[in-house]
């Protein structure tokens, strides 16, 4: 089965600065991955889809990117703001292609005012 | 938007009883639900996915006459946790989609705690 990690369990930063998190997985490689926020005590909230052959993604100023050689995905916040603290999770198809998802442990982010 | 609710946001019940939790799309017709948990520091685990009238399908090691999902119309669905013991504590989380592809955006509600004393 799909294994999902997340670099760090937790991550300090200092406001303005560019947060970046990172996502690997291992086995199989999946069509498309996604990343998410939630809030404590909330469900998690869509932020961005990457499919395998785009390399970058870009909102406004979250930026992903998506290596199916090193079968990795970074997940970039820049010009940070204490309102972005929260825990990001990426998650990936099942690997029957199937319309649920797996998801990573997350990465607890906090950005320093 | 889209939105999805869940009832009730907290529940706590005594070890043996059932707990029933909603999820409600309630601005579009959900042609799939999902329903997960979450234990604390851990990852969304998937329990279930379930398509509107047909039976649930459960991830393997969920038992599913524990977990009893309904999914009586396209914008509602239940999780009926029977027989509640303390290790089924957790933070439960539906989402729902608008199609069937692998693509499609999943909507998450806000949770529900499950404490069992």
């Known amino acids: 089965s799909q294994k999902i990690e997340q670099n760090s369990e937790a991550l300090n930063i200092q406001e303005g600065k560019t947060a970046t998190l990172t996502c690997n997985y291992t086995?199989?490689?999946?069509?498309?991955l996604q990343w998410y926020r939630q809030d404590p005590g909330r469900g998690p909230v869509f932020l961005l889809l990457i499919r395998e052959n785009e390399k970058e993604k870009r909102k406004e100023r979250l930026k992903v990117t998506f290596d199916t050689t090193l079968k990795q995905s970074l997940f970039h916040i820049t010009a940070s703001q204490p309102a972005d603290s929260a825990t990001y999770l990426c998650a990936l198809e099942g690997e029957t292609g199937a319309n649920n998802l797996f998801f990573g442990t997350g990465t607890r982010l906090t950005v320093i005012p | 938007g889209a939105v999805v609710s869940q009832h009730p946001s907290w529940v706590i019940c005594k070890s043996g009883t059932s707990v029933k939790i909603e999820c409600r799309s309630l601005d579009f017709q959900a042609t799939t639900m999902f329903w997960y948990r979450q234990f604390p520091k851990q990852s969304l685990m998937l329990m279930a996915t379930?398509?509107?009238?047909?039976?649930?399908?459960?991830e393997q090691g969920v038992e599913k006459d524990k977990f009893l999902i309904n999914h009586a119309s396209l914008t509602l669905s239940t999780l009926t946790v029977t027989s509640a013991h303390p290790e089924d504590s957790s933070f439960y989380i539906c989402?729902?989609?608008?199609?069937?592809?692998?693509?499609?955006?999943?909507?998450f509600g806000p949770g529900t705690r499950l404490t069992v004393l």
């Open positions: 989402s729902a989609t608008r199609g069937t592809t692998s693509t499609d955006t999943q909507y």
């Open positions: 086995n199989y490689s999946p069509a498309y």
């Open positions: 379930s398509n509107e009238g047909s039976k649930a399908t459960y």
